[in-house]
């Protein structure tokens, strides 16, 4: 956002290493403004899902430190940290595993111990903008990729965070599943994070883009313009 004063993450001289000693990704130091939209982008083991898991607070950088709203995320913070951010996985199976639909809708507000009115309430407000009446008995295991995908984003964005994460919001889901999971996300009215390797997606959704480079380091950001700079993204290995 333009003139926006307020960090909605700031991240100082950030790493992240595996326990087998990988390196998901190094020296990353960055700041986004309270409303940016920003994607991440870079060629398949760039280090983006290590990145938007040390910046959603998820996992904890091996160096430097991520502030979230000026909070450094710790154990004695986690509830603070959880109502302010959410995280939608790559991986909708990695996430889903409640009975049905409607409980999985449910769950984060059972977890912020919002009132069953809220709860009833939010839950219908949410399967009607989801357009997810005819699936809200259904296991979610029974769904097809891309109800999936919206199950799994609903049951985010119903928690109303201020920041929103998306590993690949739109990996293997095309069509119009594909348009509604972008309008859906064109109307979040917050800090959006996201990564793709899909450089429409983050054309559309995007104000601001960083690239990683193959070393697994920040290369460019800026404006989204930047992905128009062809030489860059090849040296990225994204063309
Ligand atoms: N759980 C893990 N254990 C060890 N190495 C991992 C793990 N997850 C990812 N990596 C490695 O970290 C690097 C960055 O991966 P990742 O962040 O997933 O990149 P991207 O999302 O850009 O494809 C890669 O070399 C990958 O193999
Ligand atoms: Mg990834």
């Given at each position: 956002?333009i003139?926006?004063t307020?960090?909605?993450i700031?991240?100082?001289?950030?790493?992240?290493?595996?326990?087998?000693g990988?390196?998901?990704?190094r020296?990353?130091s960055?700041?986004?403004?309270?409303?940016e939209?920003?994607?991440?982008?870079?060629?398949?083991?760039?280090?983006?899902?290590?990145?938007?898991?040390?910046l959603?607070?998820?996992?904890k950088p091996?160096?430097g430190?991520?502030?979230?709203?000026?909070?450094?995320?710790?154990?004695?913070?986690?509830?603070?940290?959880?109502?302010?951010?959410?995280v939608?996985?790559?991986?909708p199976?990695?996430?889903l595993?409640?009975?049905?639909?409607?409980?999985?809708?449910?769950?984060?507000?059972?977890?912020?111990?919002?009132?069953?009115e809220e709860?009833?309430?939010?839950?219908?407000?949410?399967?009607?903008?989801f357009?997810?009446?005819?699936i809200?008995h259904?296991p979610?295991?029974?769904l097809?990729?891309g109800e999936k995908?919206?199950v799994?984003?609903?049951?985010?964005?119903?928690?109303k965070?201020?920041?929103?994460?998306?590993?690949?919001?739109?990996?293997?889901?095309?069509?119009?599943?594909?348009?509604k999971i972008?309008?859906?996300l064109?109307?979040?009215?917050?800090?959006?994070?996201?990564t793709s390797?899909?450089?429409?997606?983050?054309?559309k959704?995007?104000g601001k883009?960083?690239?990683?480079?193959?070393?697994?380091?920040i290369?460019?950001?800026?404006?989204?313009?930047?992905?128009?700079?062809e030489?860059?993204?090849?040296?990225?290995?994204?063309?």
């Amino acid at each position: 956002m333009i003139g926006s004063t307020i960090n909605a993450i700031e991240a100082e001289n950030i790493s992240y290493i595996y326990p087998d000693g990988t390196t998901g990704f190094r020296d990353v130091s960055l700041k986004i403004g309270e409303g940016e939209r920003v994607a991440i982008i870079g060629a398949n083991g760039s280090g983006k899902s290590s990145l938007l898991m040390v910046l959603s607070g998820l996992l904890k950088p091996k160096t430097g430190y991520v502030r979230i709203y000026g909070i450094e995320p710790n154990k004695k913070n986690v509830e603070t940290i959880r109502r302010m951010v959410g995280v939608v996985f790559q991986d909708p199976d990695d996430f889903l595993f409640n009975p049905t639909v409607r409980d999985e809708l449910m769950y984060a507000p059972l977890q912020l111990s919002w009132s069953t009115e809220e709860i009833e309430k939010a839950v219908k407000e949410y399967s009607e903008i989801f357009n997810l009446h005819e699936i809200l008995h259904k296991p979610p295991f029974r769904l097809s990729g891309g109800e999936k995908k919206k199950v799994e984003i609903a049951s985010v964005m119903i928690a109303k965070p201020k920041i929103l994460f998306l590993d690949e919001p739109t990996a293997n889901i095309d069509g119009k599943a594909k348009r509604k999971i972008m309008e859906l996300l064109n109307d979040f009215n917050g800090t959006l994070v996201l990564t793709s390797h899909e450089l429409e997606v983050a054309r559309k959704l995007c104000g601001k883009a960083i690239v990683m480079s193959m070393d697994r380091k920040i290369m460019a950001e800026g404006d989204i313009g930047l992905l128009d700079d062809e030489g860059l993204l090849e040296d990225a290995g994204v063309l």
